[in-house]
């Protein structure tokens, strides 16, 4: 049974959401407050967050950026704000999905089920791979640079793996949605070209002109097997 951390401060709506989460066989925990989020999720480490973004004392933005360098599992972000900037801003600060309110109950339940797949299978086999001083140990989720541990999120982790395990191949937005993200991509969702800029950045990539993690534009992403000293 996976437990799910429910941050939400719409009481009625958490009741809901918590009801329906229960009836597909999670276990849900609710909290309504943003600064009573941080501890509550650092203590219970729970399999999967479901956080808002509009909650009192504190915003789910700050909440996102102090749990995460502590809590390694997936933050799936409530926003009712249709708009690029509270995606983008969401995703650079560490969540790995988000989802626009209001949601279709079973839509949650397909992102949540989607990330708790993806996060689970990355774990169960022990590889590991070397590119130059670049070094990514899977079955720990641990990745050296120049003998320099590099913190990652869950996805950001599954991301660089999916293009280093295939270093010198393309791999195109259409593969990396359905095996990293664990959707099909509809041509519009820039979640993907948010990661590998914060890849980019976290991996000392040239951001004018990478040279580690390369657009091919019309096609996707590329790996490099020679740039990593």
């Excluded at 641990?142 to 270093?167: G, M, N, P, R």
Aim: glycine residues 6%.
């Amino acid at each position: 049974m996976a437990h799910v951390m429910l941050v939400e401060d719409d009481i009625r709506l958490a009741e809901l959401t918590a009801q329906f989460l229960q009836s597909n066989g999670f276990e849900v925990n609710q909290v309504h407050d943003g600064a009573e989020a941080v501890e509550a999720i650092l203590a219970a480490q729970p399999d999967v967050v479901v956080l808002d973004i509009m909650l009192p004392n504190q915003d789910g933005f700050s909440v996102c950026r102090q749990v995460r360098p502590q809590y390694q599992g997936p933050i799936l972000f409530l926003t009712a704000k249709d708009s690029d900037f509270d995606q983008v801003r969401g995703l650079e600060i560490g969540a790995d999905d988000y989802v626009i309110k209001p949601v279709e109950p079973h839509v949650l339940l397909a992102r949540l089920n989607a990330l708790l797949r993806r996060n689970s299978s990355t774990m169960r086999f022990g590889e590991q791979l070397t590119l130059g001083q670049l070094s990514i140990d899977k079955a720990n989720r641990k990745v050296l640079l120049c003998k320099q541990e590099i913190e990652l999120t869950s996805y950001e982790f599954d991301l660089l793996w999916a293009l280093a395990s295939h270093a010198g191949e393309t791999q195109s937005r259409e593969y990396i949605y359905k095996h990293v993200v664990g959707r099909e991509y509809d041509g519009l969702d820039r979640s993907v070209d948010v990661r590998i800029s914060r890849l980019r950045k976290k991996l000392n990539d040239n951001l004018e002109q990478p040279e580690r993690l390369i657009t091919v534009w019309g096609k996707g992403y590329l790996c490099s097997k020679s740039a990593w000293g």
